[in-house]
Nanobody, 123 residues
């Protein structure tokens, strides 16, 4: 089992930046690919980004590519999502995820989820 706790959400103006953090505990280490999903009001959860267990590969949704950056620090059991050039369409609850597939790149809901952190972008 892996427990995931997100932090760093909040209210930001359009064009601003935020960095989300996700602390993992339990059976952690570098055995999991990590990622982020988001869910806006009235919409399904959607894949945002993922990073493989080694950190060598990253994957992004088309809507965030070039603006968001995912990274991981296995010494701290933490994964980050740096979000730049935010716009109101990025408003959502952001969920940290962990996948047993070490090369997880989205496409299905992974094994472990955090509780989520709210990101609100004002226009």
């Amino acid at each position: 089992q892996v427990q995931l706790v997100e932090s760093g959400g909040g209210l930001v103006q359009a064009g601003g930046s935020l960095r989300l953090s996700c602390a993992a505990s339990g059976r952690t280490g570098s055995s999991y690919a990590m990622g982020w999903f988001r869910q806006a009001p009235g919409k399904e959860r959607e894949f945002v980004a993922s990073i493989t267990w080694s950190g060598a590969n990253t994957y992004y949704a088309h809507s965030v590519k070039g603006r968001f950056t995912i990274s991981r620090d296995d010494a701290k059991n933490t994964v980050y999502l740096r979000m730049n050039s935010l716009n109101p369409e990025d408003t959502a609850v952001y969920y940290c995820v962990a996948a047993r597939d070490k090369d997880y790149s989205g496409g299905y809901y992974p094994d472990y989820w955090g509780q989520g952190t709210q990101v609100t972008v004002s226009s």
